[in-house]
């Protein structure tokens, strides 16, 4: 089946510690997000990619880096710099870059501090 | 349990009842729309999605109304059902700026579907 996979889905950091969350998607799409949700908000913009090699900022990019070497994977690292890290992390993907269409999400990783 | 739907505006209607949950969008130069399904401790579903040139659209179950001159959007669920217990988003797009499918989210509304 086609879809994106996030994971794990619980993880938790120490303080001065940096993770990486995985984001693989199997649909050859060609851009991918990252999104952060707080309980009671709306998903927040932290780094998107529109193609292999290449990202841009997002509104909340403060603390987070990225890397998009494979079309299929889009790993987020939330870095010691983030000192609120706790939060819902999500992946999406879009079909086709700069184009308005629904993006696809995947099923998250929860993100706790120890 | 997952806290997405914390201190959200919480719609309550009982099974069989028809829903309506509304968004305010913020950008007047939005030409794209979208509606998301969210349940708890998963990522968001596409439900519908509508264009600027349009003022209505249907699936099923489902009818998105777009009123542009208030900035106002809706999404209509028909008979609700237990299974449509969820969070509601709102998402706009813009085709400028080359930010093209990049979306703004809302902050969501909590259906709560009572058997």
């Known amino acids: 089946d086609g879809g994106i996979t996030q994971s794990p889905k619980y993880l938790f950091r120490k303080e001065g510690q940096?993770?990486?969350?995985?984001?693989?998607?199997?649909?050859?799409?060609?851009a991918m997000y990252w999104y952060r949700q707080d309980p009671g908000q709306g998903l927040r913009l932290i780094y998107y990619s529109q193609?292999?090699?290449d990202f841009q900022k997002g509104d909340i990019a403060e603390g987070?880096?990225?890397s998009r070497e494979k079309k299929e994977s889009f790993?987020?690292?939330?870095?010691?710099a983030q000192k609120n890290p706790t939060a819902f992390y999500l992946c999406a993907s879009l079909g086709q870059s700069y184009s308005n269409q629904p993006q696809h999400f995947g099923d998250g990783t929860r993100l706790s501090i120890l | 349990?997952?806290?997405?739907?914390?201190?959200?505006?919480?719609?309550?209607v009982q099974e069989g009842d028809n829903s309506i949950i509304n968004c305010a969008y913020s950008n007047s130069a939005s030409d794209y729309f979208i509606w998301y399904k969210q349940e708890s401790g998963k990522g968001p579903q596409f439900i519908i999605d509508i264009r600027s040139n349009m003022d209505k659209r249907q699936g099923q179950r489902v009818t998105v109304l777009l009123n542009k001159t208030v900035k106002h959007l809706s999404l209509q669920i028909a008979a609700?059902?237990?299974?449509?217990?969820?969070?509601?988003?709102?998402?706009?797009?813009?085709?400028?700026?080359?930010?093209?499918?990049?979306l703004i989210f809302g902050k969501g509304t909590k259906l709560s579907v009572k058997p």
């Open chain 1, 18 to 30: 940096n993770v990486t969350l995985s984001c693989e998607q199997n649909l050859n799409h060609d």
């Open chain 1, 51 to 53: 193609i292999v090699n």
């Open chain 1, 64 to 66: 987070y880096s990225v």
């Open chain 1, 75 to 80: 790993p987020l690292t939330v870095t010691s």
């Open chain 2, 1 to 12: 349990g997952e806290s997405v739907g914390l201190h959200l505006p919480t719609l309550s």
């Open chain 2, 80 to 102: 609700t059902q237990p299974g449509d217990s969820a969070v509601y988003f709102c998402a706009e797009g813009y085709s400028y700026g080359g930010s093209q499918g990049n």
